[in-house]
């Protein structure tokens, strides 16, 4: 039986890798992106693979509804919702516009993609679904040295991270695996297209990125972590999260009762 993979922002970057790379391990690919002419770029470069493409907006209602009715209708074994912007400034500073493009491509469509196929791969009894985030998400708790502050952007990575940890838990026994990918900075375009000129800056590769991906669901990882090399670093989040979750009291902490 064929493996069928739904790539979100196939155009470049990550997303491109991974269908490289897919396509490469045998799969029949659907990629989604904004540039047509990419998307028939890489059918043009991958002639022997099956290619459906999907011209798309996910910033929009109608462009994440069209990508999610695909995710429902069919039998997607893999689902990698990689699209993204950047938008990387304060708050104050970015536009209501820009707000809602990077809330809607970051956090509306992978939850209304991944509720779509998530109930034909518990069906089947078998998927895996990717969430592309980033290690800004584990940056909430820095100072304000730490520039730039960028609080929309790392609160969407944020709950990529906690939407994949849970939903892995209520898939468990299903057959379906979820993981969360958290790149550091990456050699891509993404940072371009903001004006960020990041050429001086140490990056990981894409294709080393989609790597790790992969061989964390091979591992079994829930939260993948590519450029970290001690992994208990990560499990010590995790810990000090659920003794936070757990340490939760109906009565009021002490340090809130007047003195």
């Given at each position: 039986?064929?493996?069928?993979?739904?790539v979100?922002?196939a155009?470049?970057?990550?997303?491109?890798?991974?269908a490289?790379?897919?396509?490469a391990?045998?799969?029949?690919?659907i990629?989604?992106?904004?540039?047509?002419?990419?998307?028939?770029g890489?059918?043009a470069?991958?002639?022997?693979?099956?290619?459906?493409?999907?011209?798309?907006?996910?910033?929009?209602?109608a462009g994440i509804?069209?990508?999610?009715?695909i995710?429902?209708?069919?039998?997607l074994?893999?689902?990698?919702?990689?699209?993204?912007?950047a938008?990387?400034?304060?708050m104050?500073?970015?536009?209501a516009?820009r707000?809602r493009?990077?809330?809607?491509?970051?956090?509306?469509?992978?939850t209304m993609l991944?509720?779509?196929?998530?109930?034909?791969m518990q069906?089947r009894?078998?998927?895996?679904?990717v969430?592309?985030?980033?290690?800004?998400a584990f940056?909430?708790?820095?100072?304000?040295?730490?520039?730039?502050r960028r609080?929309?952007y790392?609160?969407?990575?944020?709950?990529?991270v906690?939407?994949?940890q849970?939903?892995?838990?209520?898939?468990e026994?299903t057959?379906?695996?979820?993981?969360v990918?958290?790149?550091?900075?990456?050699a891509?375009?993404?940072?371009?297209r903001q004006?960020?000129?990041?050429s001086a800056?140490p990056?990981?590769?894409?294709?080393?990125?989609?790597t790790?991906?992969?061989?964390g669901?091979?591992?079994?990882?829930?939260?993948?972590?590519?450029?970290?090399?001690?992994?208990g670093?990560?499990?010590?989040?995790f810990?000090a999260?659920?003794?936070?979750?757990?340490?939760?009291?109906?009565?009021?902490?002490?340090?809130?009762?007047?003195?």
């Amino acid at each position: 039986m064929s493996k069928l993979a739904l790539v979100t922002g196939a155009t470049s970057g990550i997303g491109e890798a991974f269908a490289e790379r897919l396509a490469a391990d045998g799969y029949d690919l659907i990629i989604v992106g904004r540039r047509t002419d990419r998307l028939d770029g890489f059918v043009a470069d991958h002639p022997g693979v099956a290619v459906r493409t999907v011209a798309a907006d996910l910033s929009t209602a109608a462009g994440i509804d069209s990508v999610a009715e695909i995710c429902a209708a069919q039998p997607l074994t893999m689902l990698v919702n990689n699209a993204g912007v950047a938008h990387y400034m304060p708050m104050a500073d970015l536009s209501a516009d820009r707000a809602r493009e990077l809330v809607n491509v970051k956090v509306l469509a992978p939850t209304m993609l991944t509720r779509a196929a998530v109930a034909g791969m518990q069906e089947r009894g078998e998927g895996q679904i990717v969430n592309v985030a980033g290690m800004i998400a584990f940056s909430g708790p820095a100072d304000g040295s730490v520039m730039p502050r960028r609080a929309v952007y790392g609160g969407a990575l944020a709950n990529l991270v906690a939407m994949s940890q849970i939903l892995s838990a209520e898939l468990e026994g299903t057959g379906v695996q979820v993981e969360v990918l958290c790149p550091g900075v990456v050699a891509t375009e993404f940072h371009e297209r903001q004006g960020l000129d990041l050429s001086a800056v140490p990056r990981m590769t894409a294709a080393d990125v989609v790597t790790a991906g992969l061989r964390g669901l091979e591992l079994g990882e829930v939260v993948c972590a590519p450029g970290v090399e001690d992994a208990g670093l990560l499990d010590a989040v995790f810990r000090a999260d659920l003794a936070a979750f757990g340490g939760q009291s109906p009565e009021l902490a002490t340090r809130y009762r007047a003195g």
